[in-house]
């Protein structure tokens, strides 16, 4: 045995074959002694040679497909004694809805979203088990919901990050949604407020929040096929001014005017219209004279759709937006000469709203019937200047033609 290259024995008896090939093959006995002798030989034992699984067809690393389809990927195997082919969706723990044919490929028929992500193929027999990867895509649906969601507190505000799921195979945004854990006037009214996010970022800061008071925060993500679900919420407390025992500075002889922006501005669907709501501006050291609500369609400038909001209002309906549109709407507060930063921002979607009327009735111009005055005093001046005009001319003409007929009169006389 020692003269095999790689075999040794161990003090205990045992041999070791660092490799194994056919010279292993064979029955082995083995027989004990020492200074008295010998008990005799063991009972024989025989070495096989087995082959671990290998791979034969190998799935791709990546298959894209449309929902609805059907998709097969391949994946076989050989060893001795013959492994046995299964499939796995990793990170999932019901049931997928594929299937496995007798060449052991994995079969979607038809392919549906949920089947979207990473398969697993795996060979197994009596000396050891390999593993293939491949990731499933799912084209046309709705996108998959952001992962590790993360937000950092600041001063009155939060940053929150994420990393996007799958887009579905069309472009998507994302919005980031949050509320308060414990309901205050006027939150206890309504529920999540919603920040679109600037296409292309995966971050977004949230100004504008109440010191130390926890909120909820989640992310969604959407494309032309619709909303996909909401991402974990992850709750977080901002923080609030620092407290210091150090006294506070004589005040300045000049004055200092603050005025916050309006806060907690929300969205909320009624059969009249959309009615917005807010909480006045938390800091101001002059009397407030008012709101101007200002509204942006698409991607479209903002407008001022209403500049004469009274102080005393916390809420404005909006009646006549047009039909399958994207509005955002922000407000600003007035203080005198002195005009606030914009409030947060709300998104507000007519698609598939039936209460709205087919062209706006947005209050952006003069009311009507001010207008069709303007525009008939615009057209009575027109007329009556093009009619001066024309009797003008009518009348220099005459003019004209009477002199001319006493020229000639004079010179016929002799």
């Known amino acids: 045995i020692l003269q095999l290259p790689g075999w040794s024995t161990r003090p205990d008896g045992s041999i070791v074959i660092a490799m194994g090939n056919d010279d292993a093959l064979g029955v082995y006995r083995c027989t004990p002694y020492n200074s008295y002798g010998t008990a005799g030989e063991s009972q024989p034992t025989r070495v096989l040679l087995k082959d671990p699984p290998a791979f034969t067809v190998r799935p791709k690393e990546e298959y894209f497909q449309e929902v609805g389809r059907e998709l097969v990927i391949p994946c076989a195997a050989h060893g001795d004694p013959p492994p046995t082919v299964t499939w796995l969706k990793v990170g999932s723990t019901g049931k997928s809805g594929a299937q496995v044919d007798g060449n052991s490929s994995l079969i979607f028929r038809p392919l549906v979203k949920e089947q979207h992500g990473v398969w697993e193929c795996?060979?197994?027999?009596?000396?050891?088990?390999?593993?293939?990867?491949?990731?499933?895509?799912?084209?046309?649906?709705s996108p998959h919901a952001v992962t590790n969601v993360s937000v950092l507190p600041l001063l009155l505000a939060a940053n929150i990050s994420w990393e996007p799921g799958f887009d579905g195979g069309y472009f998507q945004r994302f919005s980031v949604w949050y509320t308060p854990l414990v309901k205050h006037p006027p939150w206890a009214r309504?529920?999540?407020?919603?920040?679109?996010?600037?296409?292309g970022a995966q971050h977004?800061?949230?100004?504008?929040?109440?010191?130390?008071?926890?909120?909820?925060?989640?992310?969604?993500?959407?494309?032309?096929?619709?909303?996909?679900?909401?991402?974990?919420?992850?709750?977080?407390?901002?923080?609030?001014?620092?407290?210091?025992?150090?006294?506070?500075?004589?005040?300045?002889?000049?004055?200092?005017?603050?005025?916050?922006?309006?806060?907690?501005?929300?969205?909320?669907?009624?059969?009249?219209?959309v009615l917005l709501q807010w909480e006045p501006p938390a800091q101001f050291s002059v009397a407030l004279s008012g709101y101007a609500l200002e509204l942006r369609q698409g991607k479209g400038g903002?407008?001022?759709?209403?500049?004469?909001?009274?102080?005393?209002?916390?809420?404005?309906?909006?009646?006549?937006?047009?039909?399958?549109?994207?509005?955002?709407?922000?407000?600003?507060?007035?203080a005198g000469s002195y005009i606030s930063?914009?409030?947060n921002t709300v998104n507000v979607s007519t698609a598939g709203m039936e209460v709205y009327p087919s062209r706006t009735q947005l209050p952006e111009l003069l009311p009507q019937p001010v207008l069709a005055g303007v525009i008939g005093g615009i057209c009575f001046l027109s007329v009556a200047i093009i009619f001066s005009t024309v009797a003008a001319c009518v009348m220099n003409r005459r003019r004209a033609a009477r002199i001319q007929k006493r020229r000639q009169g004079r010179s016929l006389l002799p």
Do not use: C
Request: charged share 15%; proline share 10%.
């Open 122 to 141: 795996t060979a197994t027999n009596l000396v050891a088990s390999v593993s293939a990867a491949t990731s499933v895509h799912v084209l046309g649906t």
């Open 190 to 199: 309504h529920d999540w407020v919603s920040l679109s996010v600037p296409v």
């Open 204 to 273: 977004l800061l949230v100004e504008n929040l109440q010191p130390d008071l926890s909120y909820q925060f989640s992310v969604l993500a959407q494309n032309k096929l619709g909303s996909g679900p909401f991402s974990q919420i992850v709750t977080s407390v901002p923080r609030g001014f620092p407290v210091t025992t150090v006294p506070p500075e004589p005040p300045a002889m000049t004055l200092r005017v603050f005025l916050s922006p309006p806060q907690a501005l929300t969205a909320n669907e009624t059969v009249r219209g």
């Open 302 to 334: 903002w407008e001022v759709l209403d500049r004469s909001i009274p102080s005393t209002k916390t809420q404005v309906l909006v009646p006549g937006l047009i039909k399958d549109a994207f509005y955002e709407f922000r407000l600003v507060a007035f």
């Open 341 to 343: 930063d914009p409030s």
